[in-house]
């Protein structure tokens, strides 16, 4: 299994980025994604989960309306578009399969909003 996420960056404030996540080593489309987040000093937090087909979506509350997940099966990747990023977004980003009971991760991408 491998996750590779790529698209971050620095950013200002209320701008946008879009992140995305290359999956290889398994069936992509059978299984649920997610993005998480570490912020400096915190513990990592679940950002938001799409199902395998992308037909149920989940996101924390303080990021409804400004994040999007999305997955795109045919060319099995994973993608979350951040839009009027704020600074308390700066985080490093990862992207997370769950498979049989074990969890992989990606080597994560740096966000950083700041003007």
């Known amino acids: 299994v491998q996750l590779v996420e790529s698209g971050g960056g620095l950013v200002q404030p209320g701008g946008s980025l879009r992140l995305s996540c290359a999956a290889s080593g398994f069936t992509f489309s059978n299984y649920a994604m997610n993005w998480y987040r570490q912020a400096p000093g915190k513990e990592r937090e679940l950002v938001a989960t799409?199902?395998?087909?992308?037909?149920?979506?989940y996101y924390v509350d303080s990021l409804k309306g400004r994040f999007t997940i999305s997955r795109d099966n045919a060319k099995n990747t994973l993608y979350l578009q951040m839009n009027s990023l704020k600074p308390e977004d700066t985080a490093v980003y990862y992207c997370?399969?769950?498979?049989?009971?074990?969890?992989?991760w990606g080597q994560g991408t740096q966000v950083t909003v700041s003007s």
């Open positions: 997370n399969a769950r498979l049989g009971g074990l969890r992989y």
């Open positions: 799409i199902t395998s087909a992308g037909s149920r979506i």
